[in-house]
């Protein structure tokens, strides 16, 4: 069956401190890989979101940046992070388009300070 | 782009039938219709999809109407453990766009 793990479940960064948040999906290959931002109270915001190794599309201009290393590895990443960088990152997965719904990671919630 | 509008937020009570509804008035001919529930700290978890008319599973219904601008997730008997946000979502090339869901609260 297919899994899918992030971490770490929580960190604590001061402002100006690189970031690095890790994604890993197992069971399946070539998923379609995304990362989301959720604030405080707000919905799902997409950042990041990859069709294959090496292939990134961003969603909206920001201070971070995504990478996908390998098939099923998706990392977020910043080089100075921002108070406006807090909240609860998602890693998501999905084998095809439409035909089967997306599977959420269980979140990173990063507290920048 | 399917960008999809839905309540903001509603109330009922434990034992009730919930329905919420979302409109899509741009979804594409070959997209599906997916709701998914979140509880606090944790990420969306999938609830029901589908493409048109009924599909029904052991957690809701979902009503599509033939023009497939809106659609309706039922939650029949909810309980407390209902209390989460839903998510209507719409669809863009590989991507899914979440609105800002429905907070439904579920009262004694």
């Known amino acids: 069956s297919q899994t899918i793990h992030q971490w770490p479940a929580t960190l604590v960064q001061p402002v100006g401190s690189p970031l690095s948040l890790e994604c890993t999906v197992e069971g399946t290959s070539n998923p379609n890989l995304y990362w989301y931002r959720q604030a405080a109270g707000r919905g799902l915001q997409l950042l990041f979101y990859s069709v294959g190794i090496g292939q990134i599309s961003s969603e909206v201009p920001q201070n971070l940046s995504a990478s996908r290393p390998q098939d099923r590895q998706f990392i977020l990443s910043s080089k100075k992070l921002l108070l406006s960088d807090s909240g609860f990152y998602l890693c998501?997965?999905?084998?095809?388009?439409?035909?089967?719904?997306?599977?959420f990671g269980s979140g990173t919630r990063l507290t920048v300070v | 782009l399917a960008k999809t509008t839905q309540p903001v937020s509603m109330d009922s009570y434990e034992g009730q039938e919930v329905n919420i509804t979302c409109s899509h008035n741009n979804i594409a001919t070959n997209d599906y219709i997916t709701w998914y529930q979140q509880f606090p700290s944790q990420g969306p978890r999938f609830i029901i999809q589908g493409y048109k008319t009924k599909v029904t599973n052991e957690v809701a219904s979902l009503f599509i109407p033939a023009d497939r601008k809106s659609s309706t997730l039922s939650l029949p008997r909810v309980s407390l453990s209902d209390t989460a946000v839903y998510y209507c979502l719409g669809n863009r090339d590989d991507k899914i766009i979440f609105g800002k869901g429905t907070r439904l609260h579920i009262l004694p």
């Open positions: 998501a997965w999905t084998p095809e388009r439409n035909v089967y719904g997306y599977t």
